[in-house]
């Protein structure tokens, strides 16, 4: 079955820098990649999601890049602030598998004043 | 809308009892699905369901049984619990079209075994 690493499993930075969480999937299958984002005690909530025929999406300081020849995917969060404080997390899953989604282990990002 | 709804938000078990966990959603999602959530684990998958009567194991199946009797709930059964099922529980649910679409959550069970 498909299998997601995700890194780092920790990421500390400052306010108004950049903070980057990569991820790699097994199953060159896989043709969806959502990300989610849980804080403490809630549920997660999908802030992007990126298909395998776009290389990259953007959505104000958020963006996805995929790259399907090395099998990897990337969150690149811009101008970060204290409320993206939360774990992240990514997954990927196959169309006609049941939509089931394969997680990575998560990255807690901390943003710093 | 509601959303996905789950119920309840916390239980506490003793080990070998049994115990069903709701949860409803009201998006008319054909798919839908139950998680646990075990620290430094990420989210792993335990039943899905792709519409009424349909439902299919995912990773960790074992000890859980499913149901889906309706589009709208799909309950998830602990039939002798066990201090490993410790954990938090989520059910996703998602349009189930010709690509794969977002799953939306729901706020969670909290389930300790003594």
């Known amino acids: 079955g498909e299998n997601v690493e995700q890194h780092p499993s920790t990421l500390s930075v400052q306010e108004g820098d950049s903070a980057v969480i990569k991820c790699t999937y097994s199953?060159?299958?896989?043709?969806?990649f959502p990300w989610y984002k849980q804080e403490l005690g809630k549920r997660p909530q999908l802030i992007i999601d990126i298909r395998s025929n776009v290389g990259e999406k953007k959505d104000q300081r958020i963006a996805v890049t995929l790259n399907k020849t090395a099998k990897h995917f990337s969150l690149h969060i811009t101008e970060t602030q204290p409320e993206d404080s939360a774990v992240y997390f990514c997954a990927a899953s196959i169309t006609g598998g049941g939509n089931k989604l394969t997680f990575g282990t998560g990255t807690q990002l901390k943003v710093e004043l | 809308n509601a959303g996905v709804t789950q119920t309840p938000k916390f239980q506490v078990l003793k080990t070998g009892q049994s115990m069903t966990l709701q949860c409803a959603q009201d998006m008319n999602h054909e798919y839908m699905s139950w998680y646990r959530q075990d620290p430094g684990m990420g989210l792993r998958l335990i039943h899905y369901?792709?519409?009424?009567?349909?439902?299919d194991q995912g990773e960790v199946p074992n000890g859980y049984n499913v149901s889906r009797s309706t589009t709208e709930d799909f309950p998830l059964r602990l039939l002798s619990a066990a201090p490993s099922q410790t954990s938090v529980y989520f059910c996703a649910s998602s349009y189930q079209g010709a690509s794969n679409q977002p799953q939306h959550f729901g706020d969670g069970t909290r389930l300790s075994i003594l």
């Open positions: 369901s792709v519409g009424a009567g349909i439902t």
């Open positions: 199953d060159s299958a896989s043709n969806y």
